[in-house]
């Protein structure tokens, strides 16, 4: 069984278009996180939830907006994609303390 | 500002040839040091998290240590399999959990 899966694995898109990632975990976590690995292999934290409570909102365009509908799920959504969105975007999950803090396999994104 | 710093960013080893990486960090006080190991097209795996300085963890042929101001992976007798990027993470106290990575250090391994 996967522990953070993440939904697509690759998604290939038009400037100017909305679109969506899903993340679910099977470990009984209460923190979520959406991590953003640029280019060079950079991986810097986005947003974080614990059960449902956003309380990591980094410096990103308010075209992103994560949703989480309960405590394992977490879902990315962005308007108006643009070229520079394009990366790969990771789910992550831990639980008490930080415990466990694992990463899903990553979502390609690429605009066009 | 928290920082992760990552040397070298890519070493290649003969098979057995032992080395280290060094993660040097700069945090305002420190939960805990992570690292891990990226295969290609995959995401982070999980190896090792040191809390305090002196502390020591050991997996197969990884040993991590952890000092005021860095923390190291020695790779004892590498083999092929590895080959991977190793990324170094902190936690600082009350950062709400999020980590802080360096920009990893690529490892290959030949035989």
């Known amino acids: 069984d996967t522990a953070v899966s993440q939904t697509p694995k690759y998604l290939v898109t038009q400037m100017g278009n909305d679109k969506s990632i899903k993340c679910e975990q099977n470990?009984?976590?209460?923190?979520m996180y959406w991590y953003k690995q640029d280019s060079k292999k950079f991986l810097k934290i986005m947003f974080s939830?614990?059960?449902?409570?956003?309380?990591i909102n980094e410096t990103v365009p308010n075209r992103f907006s994560p949703k989480s509908p309960d405590k394992a799920h977490l879902n990315l959504h962005i308007n108006s994609l643009e070229l520079g969105d394009s990366a790969v975007y990771f789910c992550?999950?831990?639980?008490?303390?930080?415990?466990?803090?694992?990463f899903g396999s990553g979502t390609r994104l690429t605009v066009v | 500002e928290d920082q992760v710093t990552q040397s070298p960013e890519a070493l290649r080893l003969q098979e057995g040839e032992s080395s280290s990486l060094n993660c040097s960090y700069t945090?305002?006080?420190?939960?805990?040091l992570f690292w891990y190991r990226q295969d290609p097209g995959k995401g982070p795996e999980f190896l090792f998290t040191?809390?305090?300085a002196g502390e020591e963890k050991e997996k197969e042929r990884l040993k991590a240590t952890l000092t005021k101001k860095e923390s190291f992976l020695h790779i004892t007798a590498p083999k092929p399999e590895d080959s991977a990027t190793y990324l170094c993470?902190?936690?600082?106290?009350?950062?709400?959990?999020?980590?802080?990575f360096g920009s990893g250090t690529r490892l290959l391994v030949r035989p």
């Open positions: 992550a999950s831990s639980g008490e303390n930080a415990y466990g803090y694992t």
């Open positions: 470990l009984g976590h209460d923190t």
């Open positions: 939830y614990n059960n449902k409570e956003l309380i």
């Open positions: 945090v305002s006080g420190l939960r805990g």
């Open positions: 040191l809390y305090s």
């Open positions: 993470a902190v936690q600082a106290l009350g950062s709400s959990y999020k980590l802080i």
